[in-house]
């Protein structure tokens, strides 16, 4: 076995080869956890910890391994511009004002309020699908809904939705160089956040745009750059995340028609599978942290200055945690301690959103839907962050 420092380069690798995600990444994961569960990947230098007790030691103890040196691969070696407001990228104690400042806007009941009109979203759009025709419900269904929520969410109107799709994929691309056009196009958002925040500020509503823009803590609030990246960023985290959960979610039972029957009789249960669809799709793989000293972790010393990739979908399928099952699918698991929405001061800030629109989601579509059955080649991205899935035909039946 070789682990550690001297990990098989062949074992590691492809960990950071694109094309891994576009097929099946999980036994790759499953032999980095049996034979280098912290392994030292040579390019771009950087550890990757597939084991869930490793995922949890290192997100707990941001003072010895910290966000601001980046949280992706490719920002490993960047001069990262210290861009104020994004709270992925901030340590604390700075990351707590901000976290104090918009917490409120995302607590349990804050979030409940929005609970009816985030069910007729997904009601209209189930209701739109043709029962027993062939649908790519990624398009259909996943695409629009979280976006339709988030429009609810900053309380502005649903119709923009489609705009939000284009600024936050510019966005993802804008992370790995701008263009002339993402950089057209992000202005055009700035000026609409700008607009926006300007007329809840002269007229606040109980919208989370007027929430967070007359937010303070100890008589601070958000400046107006703060505000622009805080919006940008609820983008970018509330969307591809929730919509692969969706899509994966309706896969999965798809694969799985005895578990959506089951489902059905017993809608009490959704919660229970929202977290097993949760564990199972994995939406964001991985995010990276950087050490601030040396510390050892499983034998290993990781230096000070060397970076972590911290392999959420590889933790959630550790049989350690999840025993001889955790390589399937069970709608019924509990408990079910996955790591899908990070953990510790970063844990995922619209946990309780994403949890509801996937429940309510669930919910309206066992509903209508007694049976949802695979009707062609499903498509996966070929990223190492978003566990994107591209496309899901399924023919759904009443
Ligand atoms: C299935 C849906 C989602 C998943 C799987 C997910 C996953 C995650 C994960 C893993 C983190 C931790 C990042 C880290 O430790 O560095 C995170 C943070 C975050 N998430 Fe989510 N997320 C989801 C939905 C959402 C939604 C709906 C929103 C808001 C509308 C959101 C906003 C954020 C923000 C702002 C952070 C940064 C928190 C911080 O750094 O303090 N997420 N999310």
Partial sequence: MSTGRSADPELVAPIAD????????????????????????????????????????????PGSFCSSEGILLMDIGRDLPQIPGALLYVDPPEHGRYRRLVNPGFSTSHIRT??????????????????GVEVDVVETLAVPFPLLVIADLLGVPGDDWPRFR???DLMIEAAQGTTPESEAALTEMAVYFLDLVAERRADPRDDLVSLLCTAEVDGVGLDDAELMMFYGQLLVAGNETTRNLVSGALLAFSEHPDQWTRLRAHPETIPVAVEECLRWTTPVISFMRTATRDVEVRGETIRAGEPVLLVYAAANRDEEVF?????????TRDPNPHVSLGFGEHFCLGAVLARLEARVFLEEAARRFATLEPAGAVERLASGVIAGILRVPLRLGV
């Fill in 18 to 61: 694109p094309a891994l995600y576009a097929g099946d990444p999980f036994p790759q994961y499953a032999r980095l956890r049996r034979e280098a569960p912290l392994a030292w990947l040579a390019d771009p230098g950087c550890w990757i910890a597939t084991k869930h007790a490793d995922v949890l030691r290192i997100s707990r103890d």
């Fill in 114 to 131: 929005l609970e009816a009109r985030i069910r007729d979203r997904a009601r209209a759009l189930l209701e739109a699908v043709e029962p």
């Fill in 166 to 168: 284009v600024w936050t």
């Fill in 323 to 331: 025993g001889d099952t955790a390589g399937s699918f069970d709608a």
